[in-house]
Every structure is written in structure tokens, then in C-alpha cells.
């Protein structure tokens, strides 16, 4: 917002996984997610911040909509100002993030479009003195990437570090009161009050019409040549509910009522005074005298009670506020720290499952010095294994190729692919295995690699006609089929086939991506088959007795534990029964008749630890295996 600069460049060394809308996904930001999101920084200068804060309306240039989109109402906001380079805070965020909120902010009069589309509505938390950099940059040190940028995506942890920096600065509430009761000395002013035919009631209504200007129309523009500061009191007095105005004027008319007696006393004074004047012309002008000053005199008391009970409101409601902020800020902390049990909890029973494994006596583990053992199991035609390719382990994106010999729960690291790959397809062609398309975590890949067991080397094979990653890949009639994925700006529906004999890939006709389809290579086309019962994505599909299961993904909501299963015979697909675990983004395959499934995410956006089987008539079972670290994003296929 007028920064001058994109505050965000590509982190090329970012470790977390990437978002699982590829439709979104961005290298301008930190990229956390969503649930990782404490708070965000928004930007401005001299000659923007006027215009934030009196329409309450925080933007960004559009790259920044990848984590804009994630702003919740209630997330803590904070706004840095270039000019001075200070942040100030707290804001919170009065709705969701979206795209042009106000199509032309921050242009000449508005005559174009907005150069910062990703845009929040805001408000004030709490009122806090802003904070010269030398204090703040510390705490958000590792967002820096150059010296005079960083990126505005706040942790949990920087969010309330921050915000308990702030809050040791937050503006005391005797200042409002006090400049407050000033301008209501100014209006209720003594002298001029018997020039008022109502009375008390007059007091009242002036009352009102003073809080409705204050509470409505607070003039932000003529805050903002000076400190900043003071501008954030008249926006929290802006955003005063209702109820608390009308308190004020509810306690004021009580007052008024009892003072009515007063007002009547006096003025039976000045009629009979009247009166007597009638008979005693000469004493009419002293009797008059001593009735208007009985009438000042009264009234001025009237007005300096009314002044001290506004005044004790007006501050009682600033001390309302600021323990309305603390409350606020302590259910936030205790939030905090519920997560954060919860993931402890969570790690603990993953711990207990992992000592459990390493006590069973049937656990071996294959390194280098134990290559007899290995080529052993190789060699046994009845030890089934399966392949694991790439992923990403929660630190890293792999390029590892692992064989997996899960009844034994033993694993032997190959040699590994040319480069880290994750949400890539994989298909068996010729005795080799083919890995195609994914990425990187920052970019997504066209390249196709092959690998053959027998000399453990890797080939680079034809591109794909285009970049794309968590697509689809099955081997058909000695060709390979690509479908479907995305690329980080739409998802595909489009399908490749690569023909050998060719030596290219060669596109075919698009499948439908809300529905489950048939393709038959005979003809070149998709055909229509029964819907699923559940929408899911990011699901794992695998054949076991000549069925199709589709295992966990992810329902629009969150992560699903239910299978499903399709019986070409009927043309129907039937609720399966579920996993232990609700993941997606895991890999599946199946070794004697049983269906394993290894790895993935949870709802929780952790990565799953553990593997689970399924055989027919005994249901599913899962273990921690000792050999597989935590892993998802990963490709895995049985040769």
C-alpha cells in the first residue's frame, strides 16, 4: 500500500509443504497455513495512511492474496508505515480477506483501479503507541530478507510477541478522558445556559447530539499531520457499541428528572414575582434581578454536576474498554495454548506408538552393513515390497527412492532421483518405473525420469506437454497416462499419453474432474461411471480382488478417515470401512492382497507417522513403523 516495493521475493528455502489448492499457490509470502497464520503486517506511507484508517480498509498488491484469503475476522493485523518505518497496532480484522473490497482505494480521486486488490476490513483492538523498528525487527527478524524488506505473514509465536509488546505500550484511558472533558466543558459552558428555554432537558439533548457527532462522525483526516496515536483514540471511540451510548444517556435523563423539581421551584419564583410587580412597579426590577440570579445560580450548579457525571462515564467506559482488550488478549493466549497441548498430546501418543513398534521382535532395520539380509529378501520372490518415491518428510522435499518390505518392516534406501519430487504420478512400464510432473515446493515440473532395478540407475525421459503436479498416472496397453493436476494458476482436466514407439507424449481427449470416469484406449474417450458418495480429494486409489477403493482425502472440510469401494460388476460404489486415521496426500499400494497406505496429512496439517494394512474380512490395522519416517506427498507402486 504504497510501499514503492514488492515486500516479498521467492523463498528458496522454505521447508513447509505446499498449500493443497494448487489453484493458489505462491512463492510471493511465507506461505503458512492457514492454521500456522497468527497475524499479518499490511503496508502503507505518509500519503496512504490516511486513507486506511478513516475507511478502516487494509491492502496489498494482488500477489499477496495466497495469505490475505486466510485472514479470519478477529485475526491480530498491524500496519507499517514506510515513510517512518513504525508499526502500528493492534488491529483486528473485521471480516475475511478478498479480493477488491474497494476496486479503486488509494487512487487519485478514484479514476483507476487499485494497485492493492488484496484487501481486509479492520478495526482497532487496542489503542498502542507505534513502534520504531529497532524494537519490532527483532522479534520478526527471521521475515526479513533483505535489509529493508520482509515478509508480513506472522507466526503464532511473532503474533504474540508482538502483541505483548504493544500491550506494555497499549495508550493510558485518562488521556481520552481528559481532552473528552475538556470539550464538554467547552459546550456546557454556565453563562450560556439560561439562554436555553428547555432547561436541564436541553443539557440532555446537547449531550446527544455531542455523543452522535463523536461516535459518528469522527473526523479522521484531521488527525493524521500529527502523531499517529491519537488518530487510533478517535477510531476506538468510533467503534463504542451502541448500548454504551445509550447508558450514558439513560443515567443523564434520571438526572435530569431529579432536577425537575428544581426547575419547576424555580420558575413559580419568577410568576410570582411577576405577580407582586403588578402592585410594586418600583420594586419590579429588584425582584426580577433576584430571580434571574437564582436561576443562573441553579443552573450553573446543574451544569458542573452534569460535567462531573459525564466526565466519570466517559472515563468508566474507557476502563470498560481496556479490560475488554485484556480479556480479549488473555482468551487468545489460553486458545494458543490449547493448540499447542493438542499437538502435544498428539506427539506423545505418536511417541507411545513408536516405543511400542521398537519392543516388537520382528522389527529389523537394513543398512549397509546388513546387505546379506537385504539381498536376501530381495531374492525371495515371496517377499513382497513396495517402491516409495520423493515427498516431503516436514523439513524437507525428498529426491529419495526407498524399497519398503512392510511385512518385515524393512527398508532400503536406492540410489535417488536427479531432483527433489513431490506431488508427482508414478507408473510401472517395461520392468522400469516411470515418475512424471510434480514439484518442488516453489515450482512445479514437466520432466520425466525412469528408473530400472536391475543397474539401480535413473534415465531422463520426454517432458510432459506442460508443468503439473498432483495429477494422475496409470500404465495401459504399454503406454503411460497422465491425468488431470494443476500448475499454481488453474486446475487441469486435460490427459497425455506417452508412446514410446513415438517418443513424445501425445494429448488426449479432457476428463471431468467432479466425477469418477472410464477410459478406453480402444477408442480414445471417457466414459461416465457411478459418482462416488462422498466429494474427496487428495485421496489415494488402489485394486485390490479386482475392486477400486478410494481411501481418506479430503471432503471440502477437512481430512477423512472413509473408504469407498467400486465394483465394476454392480456399476456402484459402496461405503467402505474406514481407517484409524483421517489423511490425504498419502500413498497406496497393495502387497499380498492387503492394501497398505503410508504416510500423508491430517486435518491438523501434520504429518501422518504411521502405516496402515486392510484385508478383506480382518479390517484395518494400524502400526508405527520404525523404518518410515514421518512422509506425505509421496508416490509409491508395486513392481
Known amino acids: 500500500m504504497g510501499a514503492g516495493k514488492n515486500t516479498t521475493t521467492v523463498d528458496i528455502n522454505r521447508s513447509g509443504p505446499m498449500p493443497p489448492n494448487l489453484v493458489n499457490s505462491t512463492a510471493h509470502a511465507r506461505n503458512l497455513k492457514k492454521s500456522q497464520l497468527g497475524g499479518v503486517i499490511f503496508g502503507c506511507k505518509n500519503n496512504t495512511m490516511n486513507e486506511c484508517l478513516s475507511k478502516q480498509l487494509f491492502g496489498l498488491p494482488a500477489t499477496h492474496i495466497s495469505y490475505v484469503k486466510n485472514i479470519d475476522p478477529g485475526l491480530p493485523l498491524f500496519l507499517f508505515n514506510y515513510s517512518d518505518r513504525k508499526l502500528h497496532g493492534i488491529f483486528e480484522a473485521a471480516g475475511s480477506g478478498q479480493m477488491n473490497i474497494d476496486p479503486y482505494g488509494w487512487t487519485a480521486g478514484g479514476s ?58 497499549a495508550v493510558s484511558p485518562s488521556t481520552s478522558v481528559s481532552e473528552d472533558t475538556a470539550n464538554l466543558r467547552i459546550i456546557y459552558q454556565p453563562v450560556s445556559l439560561p439562554q436555553r428555554d428547555g432547561g436541564f432537558e436541553t443539557i440532555v439533548s446537547e449531550v446527544q ?28 471511540m468510533n467503534i463504542i457499541e451502541q448500548d454504551e451510548k445509550n447508558l450514558i444517556l439513560k443515567q443523564l435523563q434520571e438526572l435530569a428528572s431529579k432536577h425537575g423539581a428544581n426547575d419547576l421551584s424555580l420558575t413559580d419564583y419568577v410568576e410570582d414575582s411577576a405577580a407582586i410587580n403588578d402592585n410594586h412597579l418600583e420594586e419590579k426590577s429588584s425582584e426580577e434581578q433576584m430571580g434571574l440570579g437564582l436561576r443562573n445560580e441553579g443552573s450553573a450548579s446543574a451544569s458542573f454536576d452534569s460535567q462531573c457525571i459525564i466526565a466519570q462515564l466517559v472515563q468508566g467506559m474507557e476502563e470498560l474498554k481496556v479490560f475488554k482488550a485484556e480479556q480479549t488478549l488473555k482468551v487468545y493466549y489460553l486458545e494458543q495454548k490449547l493448540v499447542d497441548a493438542e499437538e502435544q498430546i498428539q506427539r506423545l501418543k505418536d511417541r507411545c506408538m513408536m516405543l511400542e513398534s521398537m519392543c516388537s521382535p520382528t522389527v529389523e532395520y537394513i543398512n549397509d552393513r546388513a546387505s546379506d539380509t537385504f539381498d536376501d529378501l530381495y531374492k525371495d520372490p515371496t517377499n513382497e515390497s513396495i517402491y516409495l518415491v520423493g515427498g516431503y518428510d516436514g523439513q524437507s ?31 510401472h512400464l517395461n520392468n522400469e518405473i516411470y515418475i512424471f510432473g510434480g514439484g518442488n515446493g516453489h515450482s512445479w515440473y514437466d520432466t520425466v525420469e525412469s528408473y530400472n532395478p536391475t543397474n539401480d540407475q535413473w534415465t531422463l525421459r520426454p517432458s510432459l506437454t506442460g508443468k503439473r503436479g498432483s495429477l494422475g498416472g496409470a500404465t495401459l ?16 482436466s486435460d490427459v497425455e499419453m506417452l508412446d514410446l514407439n513415438v517418443g513424445r507424449w501425445i494429448q488426449q481427449d479432457q476428463c471431468c474432474k467432479s466425477s469418477a470416469e472410464r477410459f478406453d484406449p480402444r477408442e480414445h474417450s471417457w466414459t461416465r461411471i457411478a459418482s462416488m458418495n462422498t466429494k474427496r480429494g487428495c485421496h489415494s486409489l488402489a485394486v485390490l480382488n479386482e475392486k477400486l477403493y478410494a481411501l481418506g482425502g479430503f471432503d471440502g472440510t477437512k481430512m477423512v478417515p ?37 504416510g500423508g496429512v491430517r486435518s491438523d496439517e501434520n504429518i501422518v ?31
Open 112 to 169: 483507476q483501479r487499485t494497485q492493492y486488490p488484496a484487501q481486509v476490513q479492520i478495526c482497532v483492538r487496542l489503542q498502542c503507541h507505534p513502534l520504531p523498528e529497532v524494537q519490532f525487527k527483532p522479534i520478526i527478524a527471521a521475515n526479513y530478507h533483505n535489509r529493508n524488506h520482509f515478509w508480513f505473514e506472522l507466526d503464532h509465536a511473532q503474533t504474540r510477541k508482538l502483541m505483548s509488546l504493544f500491550a506494555s505500550l
Open 209 to 236: 447530539n455531542h455523543l452522535d457527532c463523536k461516535f459518528d462522525s469522527v473526523d479522521v483526516s484531521s488527525c493524521l499531520d500529527g502523531k499517529n496515536w491519537p488518530l487510533e483514540n478517535q477510531l476506538d
Open 397 to 427: 522435499w525428498l529426491p529419495a527412492l526407498d524399497l519398503y518390505f512392510p511385512a518385515r518392516d524393512v527398508l532400503k534406501s536406492l540410489k535417488p532421483m536427479s531432483t527433489v519430487r513431490a506431488y508427482a504420478s508414478i507408473a
Open 477 to 492: 496397453n504399454d503406454k503411460i497416462f497422465a491425468v488431470g493436476g494443476g500448475n499454481g494458476l488453474e486446475c487441469l
Open 562 to 598: 472413509s473408504t469407498e469401494i467400486f465394483d465394476p460388476r454392480l456399476g456402484l460404489w459402496v461405503d467402505g470401512e474406514p481407517m484409524n486415521q483421517s489423511r490425504g496426500y498419502s500413498a497406496a499400494a497393495v502387497v499380498d492382497e492387503s492394501i497398505y497406505v503410508i
Open 609 to 639: 507417522g504411521t502405516v496402515e494394512h486392510f484385508k478383506e474380512g480382518e479390517g484395518w490395522q494400524e502400526s508405527y513403523t520404525r523404518t518410515i519416517s514421518k512422509r506425505c506427498f509421496l508416490s509409491a507402486i508395486v513392481l
